[in-house]
């Protein structure tokens, strides 16, 4: 007797929240790692991965790391409370690393900038980068260095 099709399964398992643009638009120097206050329904939709890090940038405001335009849709099961998509939501770190990382943004060119989002130990941890902001050229050459590499990978390997 042959087996069953059950179809395709989703995963399972938290989803790691990537924040691409990020990358591409600035030379990120430095990352540290923090904790970020959350509603019970957001976790869900974060640990399915309903999250959207594109426009979304940090500040400090009255020494306390703040990540502004995060968009987290609403979980498809909770109707009681349903939190703004795009608020403000505080970032845990240390006083001595916020102060360090104020420092460093108040240069010339830097930024503090959300790289990803995944779960650590049970918690929602959110990667915030120090970066640099690209140039169009510099972009333009990052994306040229890439495209070499993969096609020495592929003569490499043979494919075409």
Known sequence: ????????KEATGPANIQNRRARYDY???????????????EVKSVYLGRANMADAFCKVVNGELWIVNLDIEHYTHSSAFLPERRRDRKL????????????????????LVPLAMYFKNGKVKVQV?????????????????KETRREKERARSGDF
Do not use: C, N, P, W
């Open 129 to 145: 980068g120090l970066g640099r902001g690209r140039k169009e050229y510099d972009k333009r050459e990052q994306i040229k260095d």
């Open 1 to 8: 007797m042959a087996k069953k099709d059950k179809g395709k």
């Open 27 to 41: 030379q990120i120097d430095d990352s540290y790692e923090a904790g970020i206050v959350l509603v019970g329904s």
């Open 92 to 111: 845990l770190m240390h006083k001595k690393e916020i102060a360090t990382l104020e420092r460093k943004a108040l240069e010339k060119g830097f930024a």
